[in-house]
């Protein structure tokens, strides 16, 4: 037996309505968020990184696979998360099927994480997923990146970055020779990215409390 409101369609109308105006005041706003953040201004990225990836290895730069953006979205699967984390990989599986039409709008998504490539690849594998995935190892991508986003404090652990693993998106342009690092989102701010989330924002019982046991990796329900 629902506990909810009942009502009839006149009523439900009645408070859509003021639903809807704010869900339009809400995208506006959201429009103008998108304009900052696009707006923010473009740092160098002057230190040398070293990737892993199934064509060798590689530097920031070569990432981009000629085009002139890069998204790399930080994904936990290292020392700290060796079976790789549950929330990413439900990211992920929303993300996938956006990555070629990405590359048709001039931007290249790929996954980066500290675990040893062949084990990257067999998580690939297993999941069927078609993007490139490239090791971090130690070259100290995801603790400069954390770094850049936060302000150091005297109290901060000293082992606090060891391992650095992240749930993050990071974005970069190239202008010739010069990579630029443009914006970073950290945790609950790669949700917004994951349709799943938005699709159960929009039903009665929404996302639940219980997140105990939810959301597993999909082949693990």
Not at 27 to 43: I, K, S
Not at 65 to 93: N, V, W, Y
Not at 148 to 163: E, I, Q
């Amino acid at each position: 037996m629902t506990t909810h409101d009942i009502g009839t369609r006149a009523q439900w109308r009645a408070a859509y309505e003021q639903v809807r105006a704010e869900e339009k005041a809400l995208t506006r706003r959201g429009d103008e968020l998108t304009g900052r953040r696009q707006a923010l201004p473009w740092v160098p990225v002057t230190k040398e990184y070293r990737f892993e990836t199934n064509a060798g290895d590689k530097s920031l730069a070569e990432l981009f696979d000629g085009r002139s953006q890069l998204i790399i979205r930080h994904f936990m699967h290292g020392p700290k998360t060796p079976a790789g984390c549950g929330g990413c990989t439900f990211e992920t599986d929303n993300l996938v099927g956006a990555v070629p039409h990405l590359a048709q709008h001039d931007v290249t998504f790929l996954l980066a994480s500290r675990s040893p490539l062949p084990v990257l690849n067999d998580y690939k594998k297993r999941y069927g997923w078609d993007i490139e995935w490239v090791s971090l190892g130690d070259n100290g991508f995801n603790e400069d990146f954390y770094e850049f986003m936060h302000v150091p404090t005297p109290n901060r652990p000293g082992d606090m970055l060891a391992s650095m693993e992240l749930m993050a998106l990071s974005c970069f342009a190239r202008e010739g020779d010069t990579v630029f690092h443009t914006y970073s989102t950290y945790d609950r701010g790669t949700e917004a990215l994951n349709a799943t989330w938005q699709l159960l924002d929009r039903v009665p019982h929404g996302r639940g409390e219980d997140f105990a046991d939810w959301p597993r990796k999909r082949d693990e329900y």
